[in-house]
C-alpha cells in the first residue's frame, strides 16, 4: 500500500485517540437536499424502460398519486417533472392570473425566492420579510394581505431551520381576505412535519421528490385544494399547466412524458412512509431533529430557529469557531452537511436527516459531530453528543 500523501485540507484532528479512517468511512449525505435514498428505491430506476402510456405506467401513475394523497392528509396531487421549484412556478401560474396583486410573506432564501419568481412572471408583489430565524407573526401577515389575491409562504424554512405556523397565518389572512389563494412551500415539510392541507385551508402545497419522499431529484408534487382544482386556468403556462395535468392524471398518465423511472422509485419509497401512521412518522422525524439539536447544545452550539423544523438541525457552532470550520470538519469524515446561507454562512450550520435515515443513523451523526468539533479543538466532555441524543430520541 502506498503511504497517501498529507492533504492541506484535512483538518488537524485534535489528538483524536482513533485511527484516520478518511477514505474508508461510509459517504453521508447530511444536507437538506437531496437525502441519502434506500438502495431498493434505487434498484427501482433500473427496471426495463416502460412506455408513459402503457398499462403499466398508468397504474403506476394512479398508485403513486393515491399514497401521495395519504401523505398529503387527503388532497388530490398532481405530478410535473420538476425539481420543487417548476411545480412551485405550475401552481402559481395555473392558479393565479397573471398582473393580480400577491403577498410574499417570508422569513429566510426560500421564502424571499417566491416573491422573486412572482415578479418575473408578472404579478404585482409586496413582501413582507422577518428577520430570518424568526417566525412569521400571523398578525402582521393578515394585516398585509388586505386586497390580495394570493399569498405565498413557505412551511419549512430550510435555509433558518424555522417552521413557520402555516396553520394559524392561514387562518388569520383568510379571516382577512376570504376569496385567498393560498399557496405553500412544503418541500421541507411534506413527509417531516404535521401538514394537514385540507383542514388548514390551503390551495396549493408544494413538495418535491428529493426531500422528505426520499428518492432521487426530478419530481415535484402540487396538492391542491378542491376548490383549487376547479379554478385552475388553462390559458397560462404551457409545459407546467396544471388544468391538463389535472385531466391526464385522473386517467393515470401526463399531459407530456413524465420522469416515469422516477415515478417507480417513488411507488417503493411511498410504501416505506406510509407503513408508519403519519403521527408516529411526524413524531420519530421531530424527535430525530431534536436529538440533533441536543446533541449540539451538549457541544457548545446553539440552536438558531425561533420554531425548529423537524427537516433541519440548524445550529450556530461554539463561540469562536465558523461555520465552515465545522462542515469541513464533517466532510473530512465523509459528511456532507450545509453551511448556513447568504449572511449566515459562517454563523450556522445546517444537518438534516431526511431520507433514508433512522433513529439510529442519528446517534451516528450525534457522535460524527462531536468527532468533528473535537478535531477543531472544541472543549467539551467526550460522550456528550451521543448521551443527549439518546435522551431526545427516549422523549
Ligand atoms: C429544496 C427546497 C426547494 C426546492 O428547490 P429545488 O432545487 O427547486 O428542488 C424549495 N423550497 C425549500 C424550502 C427547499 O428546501
Request: with cysteine; net charge negative.
Amino acid at each position: 500500500m502506498p503511504t497517501p500523501l498529507p492533504d492541506p485540507d484535512r483538518p488537524d484532528r485534535g489528538g483524536s485517540p482513533y485511527p484516520d479512517l478518511t477514505g474508508w468511512l461510509r459517504p453521508r449525505l447530511l444536507a437538506p437536499g437531496p437525502v441519502e435514498v434506500d438502495p431498493r428505491a434505487l434498484l427501482r430506476l433500473a427496471q426495463p424502460q416502460i412506455h408513459h402510456r402503457s398499462p403499466e405506467a398508468r397504474a403506476l401513475i394512479s398508485s403513486v398519486r393515491a399514497k401521495l394523497q395519504r401523505l398529503f392528509a387527503g388532497a388530490e396531487v398532481l405530478l410535473t417533472t420538476s425539481s420543487g421549484t417548476g411545480a412551485f412556478e405550475a401552481a402559481l401560474t395555473s392558479l393565479v392570473p397573471r398582473e393580480a396583486p400577491v403577498l410574499s410573506a417570508s422569513a429566510g432564501k426560500f421564502g424571499a425566492r417566491w416573491g422573486q419568481m412572482a415578479e418575473r412572471l408578472g404579478y404585482r408583489v409586496e413582501r413582507l420579510e422577518a428577520p430570518w430565524g424568526q417566525a412569521l407573526d400571523p398578525g402582521q401577515v393578515a394585516a398585509a394581505v388586505s386586497g390580495k389575491a394570493a399569498l405565498l409562504l413557505t412551511h419549512s424554512e430550510t435555509s433558518t431551520g424555522v417552521l413557520h405556523d402555516v396553520e394559524a397565518i392561514a387562518a388569520a389572512a383568510r379571516a382577512t381576505e376570504p376569496d385567498l389563494l393560498i399557496l405553500v412551500d412544503a418541500v421541507t415539510s411534506f413527509a417531516v412535519a404535521p401538514l394537514l392541507p385540507l383542514a388548514w385551508g390551503l390551495d396549493a402545497v408544494i413538495a418535491g421528490s428529493q426531500k422528505g419522499a426520499a428518492i432521487p431529484p426530478g419530481l415535484g408534487f402540487v396538492a391542491l385544494s378542491p376548490a383549487a382544482a376547479e379554478r385552475l386556468l388553462e390559458a397560462q403556462g404551457f409545459s407546467l399547466n396544471l388544468a391538463r395535468e389535472l385531466r391526464s392524471q385522473r386517467l393515470g398518465e401526463t399531459a407530456y412524458t413524465p420522469a416515469i423511472n422516477l415515478i417507480a422509485a417513488l411507488d417503493y419509497s411511498l410504501d416505506r412512509l406510509l407503513s408508519l401512521d403519519l403521527e408516529v412518522l411526524w413524531g420519530e422525524r421531530a424527535r430525530m431533529s431534536r436529538a440533533l439539536l441536543e446533541a449540539g447544545v451538549a457541544l457548545g452550539c446553539r440552536p438558531f430557529a425561533e420554531r425548529p423544523s423537524p427537516a433541519v438541525a440548524t445550529l450556530c457552532p461554539p463561540p469562536g469557531w465558523a461555520a465552515t470550520e465545522v462542515t469541513r470538519s464533517l466532510q473530512a469524515l465523509g459528511a456532507r452537511a450545509a453551511a448556513g446561507q447568504d449572511a449566515y454562512k459562517d454563523l450556522t450550520f445546517r444537518i438534516s436527516l431526511m431520507g433514508y435515515f433512522d433513529r439510529y443513523d442519528a446517534l451516528a451523526v450525534a457522535g460524527l459531530l462531536e468527532e468533528a468539533l473535537a478535531a477543531l479543538g472544541c472543549p467539551f466532555e467526550r460522550g456528550a453528543a451521543v448521551r443527549a441524543a439518546w435522551e431526545a430520541l427516549g422523549t
